[in-house]
């Protein structure tokens, strides 16, 4: 059970330290810029566990099993990261942009999973993303 909760605890987690981040990027600062920073800390940790957690494994070899994945998925990290930064700059609160976001990406991943992997499209699945929507007009509601 452990192995199945912890996962989403640490995202959880570090999804909360990630909004409080984003949002207190001193106003002056490019974005883009201080992205740099952040992953350059980010590479330098993903190097350092995987030195600790994998000694009896190359890094270099493990390079050379990539794909096209992997340099997509930083692209999307980089836009996922610079859309929110603005937002915040744009006067989104804390507490709406990533529940707006999250429920926004909800309706989109059911319609993905439909289409890309095949997974069953549900009434329960429908009617959550209809929740999804309704609750993104309650929140926006004033």
Known sequence: MFSYIWPIALAVLSNVFYH????A????????????VTYLVGAAASAILFLVLYKDTSLIREYSKLNW???????????LEVGFIYAYKAGWQ?????????AFLAVVLVVAGFLLYH???????VLGAAICLIGIAFINYN
């Open 20 to 23: 409080i981040c984003a949002r």
């Open 25 to 36: 990027m001193p106003e002056g600062v490019n974005p883009l810029a201080s992205l740099t």
């Open 119 to 125: 997974e069953a499209l549900t009434w329960n699945k």
């Open 94 to 102: 804390v507490s709406t942009a990533s529940v707006v976001q999250s």
């Open 69 to 79: 994945v992997p340099f997509m998925f930083g692209f999307s990290l980089v836009g």
